[in-house]
């Protein structure tokens, strides 16, 4: 997602691309990463208003416990990808 969305120019990407847990150390509580207390598993990523440029990647797919996407005032291009489908919890 980083670098299909232009990351490098995010207005928030800090920490996004070092070594660890994302969820222990990305932006919160306004955005960012929220993960699963039980079992450390993604399920939101509020990424709105945080220049994203690009297009949605494909690997989006395989955030299997994503409940929450949150990608609104960004200049997404593109169709949004069809692995989106595989993500039967997102609301």
Do not use: H
Not at 15 to 25: N, V
Not at 41 to 66: A, C, D, F, H
Not at 75 to 88: N, Q, V
């Amino acid at each position: 997602l980083f670098f299909s969305t232009n990351g490098k120019n995010w207005y928030n990407s800090s920490m996004w691309l070092d070594d660890g847990d994302e969820c222990d150390r990305w932006w919160q509580p306004t955005g960012g990463i929220f993960c699963d207390a039980l079992n450390g598993s993604i399920i939101s990523l509020g990424l709105g208003s945080n220049n994203l440029v690009g297009t949605i990647p494909p690997e989006i797919g395989l955030l299997k416990s994503l409940v929450s996407l949150g990608l609104s005032q960004n200049d997404m291009t593109e169709s949004i990808p069809t692995e989106i489908a595989e993500l039967t919890s997102l609301k």
